[in-house]
Nanobody, 125 residues
Framework: QVQLVESGGGSVQAGGSLRLSCAAS????????IGWFRQAPGKEREGVAS????????YYADAVKGRFTISEDNAKNTVYLQMSSLKPEDTAIYYC??????????????????WGQGTQVTVSS
């Protein structure tokens, strides 16, 4: 069974940093795609970043490029999203999601089958 558990959300002032974690079950983690998405109130869920686990490629949405970094810790079956230079418009519930396959698909909601419960990130001005 695919299990994803996010943690690390919270409240921070603009310009600050947070690190989100997504812990995945071992089977889920091995050589598959983990993506981070976010959903602000009244808006569609949007892709933020993705990584093909086991040393694969990373991808970033234009809105976060240069500010967010996605990485992995193989020993812990965990993917991280380091968020820096945060802006109020980054406020959202952040979700990690899983897509099985040989590469990461386009970072859209329908391409990812399993989801974590989400963690709230609030950035104040």
């Amino acid at each position: 069974q695919v299990q994803l558990v996010e943690s690390g959300g919270g409240s921070v002032q603009a310009g600050g940093s947070l690190r989100l974690s997504c812990a995945a079950s071992k089977f889920t983690y091995s050589r598959n795609c983990i993506g981070w998405f976010r959903q602000a109130p009244g808006k569609e869920r949007e892709g933020v970043a993705s990584i093909y686990t086991g040393g694969g490629r990373t991808y970033y949405a234009d809105a976060v490029k240069g500010r967010f970094t996605i990485s992995e810790d193989n020993a812990k079956n965990t993917v991280y999203l380091q968020m820096s230079s945060l802006k109020p418009e980054d406020t959202a519930i952040y979700y990690c999601a899983f897509a099985e396959g040989w590469y990461c698909p386009e970072l859209v909601r329908t391409n990812f089958r399993y989801w974590g419960q989400g963690t709230q990130v609030t950035v104040s001005s």
